[in-house]
């Protein structure tokens, strides 16, 4: 078993920047793949980002890259998602999940955490 707690959400204007992180505990693995995923209001969860828990392999999403980055924090088993010049669009549920391969695909992912609240104001 992986549990994953999400927090740094928050209420920011437009322009803002957040890093939302991600804390790994339990089983978790070298070749385990960490995805952050979104769920704007009312749409479907889509794939923002996801890296490899050795630190590679790191993927973004084409509607985010420039603006929102992935990266690995080693000594605090932590995932971070620094945004950027954040839009009212990126106002979402933010998660973070595990998954045993590289994947886009939420259906790949096995473990979730419960997802921290992102909303962007304009």
């Known amino acids: 078993q992986v549990q994953l707690a999400e927090s740094g959400g928050g209420l920011v204007q437009a322009g803002d920047s957040l890093r939302l992180s991600c804390a790994a505990s339990g089983r978790i693995a070298p070749n385990h793949y960490v995805g952050w995923f979104r769920q704007p209001p009312g749409k479907e969860r889509e794939f923002v980002a996801g890296i490899g828990w050795t630190g590679e392999n790191a993927r973004h999403a084409e509607s985010v890259k420039g603006r929102i980055t992935i990266s690995r924090g080693y000594a605090e088993n932590m995932v971070y998602l620094q945004m950027n010049s954040l839009k009212p669009e990126d106002t979402a549920i933010y998660h973070c999940?595990?998954?045993?391969?590289?994947?886009?695909?939420?259906?790949?992912?096995?473990?979730w955490g419960q997802g921290t609240q992102v909303t962007v104001s304009s």
């Open positions: 999940a595990v998954s045993f391969a590289i994947a886009t695909q939420a259906y790949a992912y096995i473990y």
